[in-house]
């Protein structure tokens, strides 16, 4: 992208990146329907839970027509394809729990899929570019952006749980618009050498991070641990360091030898990665190299986004230059919010994954079923790790230690005691 290369006089926006100025990384109004010729996909997608339920959905989709991707013309069109195929694939691969695993995709979902996801630049798998960011549509299309009048177009098995988990995901990326549109704001400041606009961006960025935690408090609300962690969570998981799936996946009609994607994962969202490189956060060799594995499977002009920032000059390094106090403790008080966004998604996952996976244990080692069964039922693969593949707790903690070490060496005493 041109922005990152040029001099120093254009300025830095976010007009190439596929950002809306309204939604963010979300893809504004998604299509909710395929060219009729996709019919017998869409026909499918809509249904897989009840399919999955029945243990009828791999029969449907082994009879389905092989269709040519090539009447999808647009990227909404697209985007709408791969989600529905995706949705598809994660059904048919997890239809029967982890013992009944497949070895591979038939071509006729395998060969689309692949041809879908190689002009839009993703993976062959669920992501959270297609699970969140093109999965809804207002119910009315006047209303509100917020969760009474949002819906799901695609879902999984767990019932009202999966809805939640989505749309909470897609409030936290509408809390971070703000945060965004004014990274551009920063970069063009440091640039410039305006001190006080730097400070002033950096004082919204705070206050969007800090109204992304408050959304992803309704997690608490709109979800349920049990079936969280009993029935949704093995339907976003890969077959990428998943011992169910110790080869991965053949899809078939595109190559013999099997593949190996990940499950969905936040690290999957475009926007903590933009923070990150804003704020000169630096991550060490496992977690960086998993959290930059999770940009190749962002939509790629966001993934672009990141590297472009990346490539700015430092702002920690203009904000020790400047020696401004309101600029230092904007800068600090951007850490100390994103301190507590990492806190508080550690906090979600203690609830949703680690709390579980003890009572799970515990009820299999009493040989307990009939008590809590759905819990005791699910996935022991993967019982510490997250859907991504990721060993999850290690992982987050990991990363939110290294967030700290972004403060300032001045650090007040002050702000030592946010850690």
């Known amino acids: ?131 969140v960011l093109a999965n809804w549509r207002k119910k009315d299309p006047e209303g509100p952006f917020d969760m009474e009048n949002l819906e799901l177009l695609l879902s999984l098995p767990g019932g009202d749980s999966v809805r939640g988990f989505f749309m909470v995901t897609l409030l936290v990326e509408l809390a971070a618009v703000p945060a965004l549109k004014n990274i551009p704001t920063v970069i063009n400041g440091v640039r410039c050498g305006d001190t006080e606009a730097v400070a002033r961006a950096l004082e919204e960025v705070s206050q969007s991070v800090e109204e992304m935690t408050d959304a992803l408090k309704l997690m608490h609300v709109y979800v349920e641990p049990s079936i969280f962690y009993g029935i949704m969570r093995i339907y976003l998981s890969g077959w990428k360091d998943n011992p169910s799936m110790p080869k991965g996946l053949i ?58 920032i990346s490539l700015q000059p430092s702002l920690k390094s203009f904000v020790h230059q400047q020696d401004s106090e309101r600029l230092n403790q904007a800068f600090q008080h951007c850490v100390t919010k994103l301190l507590a966004l990492r806190n508080y998604h550690i906090n979600i996952v203690s609830r949703f994954i680690t709390v579980p996976a003890a009572r799970a244990r515990q009820l299999r080692n009493q040989g307990q079923h009939s008590e809590g069964e759905m819990i005791s039922r699910a996935p022991t693969a993967l019982e510490e790790r997250g859907t991504g593949g990721s060993g999850i707790m290690i992982f987050l903690k990991t990363v939110r230690d290294q967030t700290k070490d972004a403060f300032l060496p001045e650090t007040s005493k002050e702000m030592k005691h946010h850690s």
């Open 1 to 131: 992208m041109a922005a990152a290369e040029s001099d120093s006089r254009s300025l830095f926006s976010l007009d190439s990146y596929h950002v809306s100025q309204e939604l963010g990384f979300i893809l504004p109004d998604p299509l909710e329907e395929l060219p009729p010729y996709y019919q017998p996909w869409m026909d499918i997608a809509l249904r897989v839970p009840e399919l999955v339920l029945s243990h009828e959905l791999r029969f449907h989709i082994n009879k389905m027509p092989l269709l040519s991707s090539q009447f999808l013309q647009k990227h909404r069109e697209l985007r709408l394809a791969h989600l529905a195929l995706s949705i598809m694939t994660m059904g048919y691969t997890w239809q029967g729990g982890e013992s009944n695993t497949v070895e591979k995709l038939p071509h006729n979902l395998a060969v689309p899929y692949w041809e879908v996801s190689q002009r839009l630049g993703l993976p062959p798998i669920l992501t959270h570019a297609d699970a």
């Open 251 to 308: 899809y078939e009609g595109v190559q013999p030898e099997p593949m190996e994607y990940s499950g969905g994962s936040a690290a999957q969202s475009s926007l903590l990665h933009c923070f990150d490189e804003l704020l000169g956060i630096k991550h060490e060799a496992k977690s960086g190299a998993f959290l930059t594995r999770m940009r190749n499977y962002m939509p790629p002009a966001h993934k672009q986004l990141i590297q472009d």
